[in-house]
Each structure stands twice: as C-alpha cells, then as structure tokens.
C-alpha cells in the first residue's frame, strides 16, 4: 500500500482556481491509479477524476470535465488535480486514492476498488 497526504486546499471565490497535489509515499506508487473524491456536508463521496499508473489515460465526473485536470508526476510520486472555474458547487472536502495494479494500466471510478486514501482537504469556493 501508498500512504498519501493531500495539500493545496483552500477558499476562493467562484471563478478563481486551486490545484491540489497527493504527495505518495510507498514503492508501488507509480504502478497504482489515482482517483480524486469529494464528499459534500451530508453527501457521499463522490468520484471526481482518475488517471492510470502510467498517466496517459485520464477519466472525469461530467459535473468536472472541462474544467479539472488531472495528471502525474511519478518521479515525484505525487498525484494533481487542477480546478479551474470553480463553483460554489465544487465546495467539498477532497481525498485521492490509490489502487495497485501490476503491469496494467486500468483506473477504476468505484471508490470500494481503491484501498490507499489520504486524510482530504477542504475546498472551499464563494459566491
């Protein structure tokens, strides 16, 4: 397993922008996909966008696509998710997860796959 630490969480008005990074630790980072989740006051956690351990293939929520990106940087073992246009909506606490597979390059949107989260940060996004 990857033991991951979200940062980069913070307030901002709607509009503005905020990119998060999961910093991994763990020798079977960069042969495990990422997800980014976001759960809501009173919501459940909800998937946001997934990249593959090698990082070309990439998936999003249709509530998200257009407006974040997700991409990798495996020699620094560290996951981002760059959120542009955000709305009051997007307020959220935000984990990533991560998922091993060895020598396939899959991600997965179901949160239960994934066995490796983060502790989360706290988006925040004004009217």
């Known amino acids: 397993q990857v033991q991951l630490v979200e940062s980069g969480g913070g307030l901002v008005q709607a509009g503005g922008s905020l990119r998060l990074s999961c910093a991994a630790s763990?020798?079977?980072?960069?042969?495990?996909?990422v997800g980014w989740f976001r759960q809501a006051p009173g919501k459940e956690r909800e998937f946001v966008a997934a990249i593959t351990p090698s990082g070309t293939i990439t998936y999003y929520a249709d509530s998200v696509k257009g407006r974040f990106t997700i991409s990798r940087d495996n020699a620094k073992n560290t996951v981002y998710l760059q959120m542009n246009s955000l709305k009051p909506e997007d307020t959220a606490v935000y984990y990533c997860a991560a998922r091993y597979y060895s020598g396939s390059n899959y991600y997965t949107t179901r949160r239960e796959e994934y066995n490796s989260w983060g502790q989360g940060t706290q988006v925040t996004v004004s009217s």
């Open positions: 763990g020798r079977t980072f960069s042969s495990s996909a």
